[in-house]
């Protein structure tokens, strides 16, 4: 007996599918955004006399970051932050396109990411002019650069990024990717 080839995807599955990926690409990336820029007005307001032993050697310990990653490359934050708005353009537009739960999940949290930290760019710490801020760090581990949850969203969606491009492509005609 002969195998029937499998039916084509319907049309409305399809675009619902791409709709709810839409839809989780923008919930996670504002939300990553609004909870990365609520932690650092938190740090601001709470940090500024010194630091927070948690447990272990984690702490919050302001610091101000007008580098690069890691505090490299002082005096380039503004050049650094006119590369990532044109990286995040690019990468917004890959999360509205993504195929999967997990590339759009992925692609928002580094976009949201990026953004926490321009925004800061932008308008923190005005001494440098518009995108000469420095961005808010207040995670130390006291065995890594000190960083923020914007931070977390770069790294951790990287990851997930690469995990998601190991993974088989999805197919429409199976349920939900």
Known sequence: ??????????????????????????????????????????AVARLPDGEIDIVGSLRFNLAYNSGASFSLGGGQGRWIAVVAVVIVVVL????????????????????GGALGNVIDRAFRDGRGGFLGGAVVDFVDVQWWPIFNVADVGVVVGAVLLVVASLLPVPDDSDGEA
């Open 1 to 42: 007996m002969v195998d029937a080839p499998s039916p084509e995807p319907s049309a409305p599955s399809v675009s619902r599918r791409r709709v709810t990926h839409r839809l989780l690409f923008l919930v996670v990336a504002i939300g990553w955004i609004v909870v990365d820029q609520a932690s650092k007005a938190w």
């Open 92 to 111: 917004v537009w890959q999360g509205l396109q993504a195929t999967s739960r997990l590339t759009a999940l992925a692609l928002a949290m580094i976009v």
